[in-house]
């Protein structure tokens, strides 16, 4: 039987709606939208495009955007000055820059220099703490948009095999502390890792976040596994245009998977929607309309 669909696409557009309700509720009790500063340097047309997305979405909800946008010739003082600003702005409840920076530029010193209260892409250390000691905090947005899609289907977690393939702080990581912390028993796979075919088909739950062009092929998938896919490359068909691939061979997988995020429309409308909800998470906390991080 081919695989359920995982409509990451439809999931985010009714959290957003939800979220959208809400904002206009908690800006009359108040008085001030909540706010968030996306911070972008030099010229990558992906950035760019990335930042406009994220721009759009928070004024679909009612989020106001303090975002800046620097030259490459510009100084990461001027980065870091700025930062500070922001922290101390009470209009900003969140604060993330866009990576990756142009070369010469440290991603370290800006992610430090943010408010562990406003980072929203929950990458500051603190927050990593907390997620690894299993405390509530704020949490990087790509693995909580691929919790929170497992919750929202409804797949059970608890007890089951879960294998994530790819080992980034952004990605990889933390989602395997997060199926952790929901009781799965979770194996890491990585560039390294000799038979990644052997260790794959143990799976009940895959993720794959590597940035392969279609690595995970059906011979590698248990049938009846849930298969999520972080992956986004753009690839060239034989026509000559741009095509945007997961890295799973989608159309061979759904045929034996359980269940199958695709690309586009899978995680990626949940990656940016999970930002806004932290944004709305540090609002909440700041503006004491909650007493602790969810
Ligand atoms: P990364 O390059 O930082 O990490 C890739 C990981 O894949 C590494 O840990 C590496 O060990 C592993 N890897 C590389 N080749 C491998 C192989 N042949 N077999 C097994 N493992 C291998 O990438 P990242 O930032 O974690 O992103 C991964 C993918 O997810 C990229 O395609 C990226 O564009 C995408 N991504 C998507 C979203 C989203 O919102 N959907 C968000 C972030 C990243």
């Known amino acids: 039987m081919p695989a359920k669909i ?9 959290l957003q709606a939800e979220m959208a309700t809400q904002v206009q509720a908690w800006v009359t009790q108040v008085g001030r939208p909540p706010g968030l500063a996306v911070l972008r340097v030099g010229e990558d047309p992906a950035s760019a495009a990335y930042v406009r997305g994220k721009e759009r979405a928070c004024e679909r909800v009612g989020i106001a955007s303090f975002g800046r946008h620097f030259s490459a010739q510009d100084s990461p ?7 500070g600003q922001l922290n101390q702005d009470e209009r900003v409840d969140g604060i993330l820059v866009q990576l990756p920076l142009p070369p010469g530029w440290d991603p370290i010193p800006p ?17 990593l703490g907390r ?18 899609l497992l919750q929202a289907e409804g797949i059970p977690i608890a007890g089951r095999k879960a294998v994530v393939v790819g080992r980034s702080i952004l990605v990889g990581k933390p989602l ?13 796979a990585h560039s390294r890792t000799p038979d990644l ?29 849930v298969v999520i896919d972080v992956g986004i490359n753009r690839i060239e068909t034989p026509a000559g245009s741009e095509q945007l691939v997961g890295d799973v061979d989608y159309e061979a997988v759904k045929e034996l998977a ?37």
Not at 6 to 14: I, V, W, Y
């Open 6 to 14: 995982l409509d990451g696409k439809a999931l985010a557009a009714r």
């Open 77 to 83: 003082a001027h980065l870091l000055d700025t930062i």
């Open 111 to 127: 992610l430090l220099a943010i408010d562990p209260g406003k980072d929203v892409d929950g990458l500051h250390p603190l927050n």
């Open 131 to 148: 997620l690894l000691r299993g405390e509530p905090g704020l949490r990087s947005c790509t693995p909580l948009g691929v919790m929170r």
């Open 176 to 188: 395997s502390l997060m199926l952790l912390a929901a009781d799965a028993t979770v194996t890491l």
């Open 197 to 225: 075919a052997e260790v794959t088909r143990a799976a009940d739950i895959v993720v794959m976040a590597v940035g392969r062009p279609r690595l995970l092929r059906a011979d590698m998938v248990k049938p009846g596994a």
């Open 258 to 294: 359980a269940a199958i995020t695709p690309v586009p429309g899978g995680v990626g409308p949940m990656t940016v929607t999970m930002l806004l909800a932290n944004t709305l998470e540090s609002y909440k906390l700041r503006s004491q309309l909650s007493e602790t991080w969810v």
